[in-house]
């Protein structure tokens, strides 16, 4: 008898209309279009108009990738968002997720692991389908990041951008499914990537807002260094548990940080640039959402097969970096 396993059963994808470029931003600051394409790979991004609020393109996501998977949102039993920005800290946007799909009897709970929040919730999610009666679990990644970006601070406005992507997980037969999910954090990077204030070390006062600390930071050159050999040993480490070697991967989808990161893992790991989902030059970092609007893409446009090989890696604040391996 085939042994139970956790697959992905639909995905879906929901982007903000608002297109802005890189000449748009050489008029905020003292930037260009020629570094931001070199130095990251992006050439525009999404950007949410001010009455827009996370839970907006999560739900839109989530429907399509309920429909994709021809499952009502009635008989979803679970509702993970991983995001770093929520509609508001209370109560969990899931809740509201919940609400607007329908999904009645789903319990609901959001995830903060920054970039890598998807790949942690996707593991989560798997360890219920396989340990519980659940059936149906909704894994979201949705961002709106510009809202907490400080639109003077060249270094990190060029880089992050607003989107959600969805997955539902649903109990299904190996060899389909989760082969293998590993996550890491080590706190003691915590300070590269913040936002501050809002919360009981900082709250919101006249002083945080007057010192900017409701803003994203990033000491993006220290992240970079660390970053590349953090993806290619977690990547590995998934691959290993899998029992698959890099050469049999047949899609790469990596968190959308940065080309140059992700050229130089799928480099290390030997795995074709044909074999590399990128679309950073269309989305910039949107953090946690990153990975499942790449699946989205690639799954839509018939490039992810039934049997393929799906290689997920992320790393982000906390800091934060995990990687999984899906079988199609
Ligand atoms: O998603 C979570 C994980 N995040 C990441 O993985 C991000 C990782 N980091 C990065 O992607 C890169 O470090 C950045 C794209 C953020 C920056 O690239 P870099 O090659 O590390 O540049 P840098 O920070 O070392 O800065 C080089 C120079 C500096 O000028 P000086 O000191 O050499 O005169 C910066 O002030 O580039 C300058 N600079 C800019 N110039 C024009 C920084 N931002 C900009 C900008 N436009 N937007």
Not at 14 to 36: F, G, H
Not at 176 to 195: E, K, P, Q, Y
Not at 270 to 298: F, K, M
């Amino acid at each position: 008898m085939a042994s139970r396993s956790a697959v992905i059963s639909g995905t879906g994808m929901s982007v903000p209309e608002r297109v802005v470029t890189n000449a748009d931003l050489e008029k905020l600051v003292d930037t260009s279009d020629e570094w931001i394409r070199t130095r990251t790979g992006i050439r525009e991004r999404h950007v949410a108009r001010e009455d827009e609020c996370m839970s907006k393109f999560a739900v839109e996501a989530s429907r399509r990738a309920l429909e994709a998977a021809a499952v009502d949102a009635k008989d979803v039993d679970l509702v993970v968002c991983a995001t770093v920005t929520p509609d508001m800290p209370i109560p969990a946007t899931s809740c509201s997720i919940q609400q607007q799909l329908g999904c009645g009897k789903a319990a609901a709970f959001d995830m903060q692991a920054g970039c890598s929040g998807f790949i942690y919730a996707q593991s989560v999610a798997k360890q219920f389908l396989l340990t519980s009666r659940c059936s149906h679990i909704l894994v979201i990644g949705a961002e709106l990041l510009t809202k907490f970006v400080d639109w003077s601070d060249r270094t990190t406005c060029v880089l992050f951008a607003d989107g959600a992507g969805a997955t539902l997980m649903s109990a299904g037969e190996a060899p389909r499914g989760v082969l293998a999910s590993v996550m890491h954090t080590d706190g003691n990077m915590g300070d590269f990537i913040t936002l501050e204030a809002g919360g009981t070390l900082h709250p919101p006062s006249e002083e945080t807002l007057r010192r900017g600390m409701h803003f994203i930071r990033m000491r993006g050159n220290e992240t970079f260094k660390i970053a590349v050999r953090m993806l290619e040993d977690v990547a590995r480490e998934a691959l290993d548990q899998a029992g698959i070697p890099a050469e049999r991967v047949d899609w790469f989808i990596p968190h959308q940080a940065n080309l140059r990161i992700i050229d130089a893992v799928a480099k290390r790991l030997a795995i074709p640039e044909e074999r590399c989902c990128v679309n950073v030059d269309r989305y910039g970092n949107t953090s946690a959402a990153s990975i499942p609007i790449a699946l989205d893409e690639a799954v839509r446009s018939g490039r992810v097969r039934a049997g393929d090989v799906v290689l997920m890696a992320a790393f982000g604040a906390g800091l934060t970096w995990a990687a999984s391996v899906v079988r199609w």
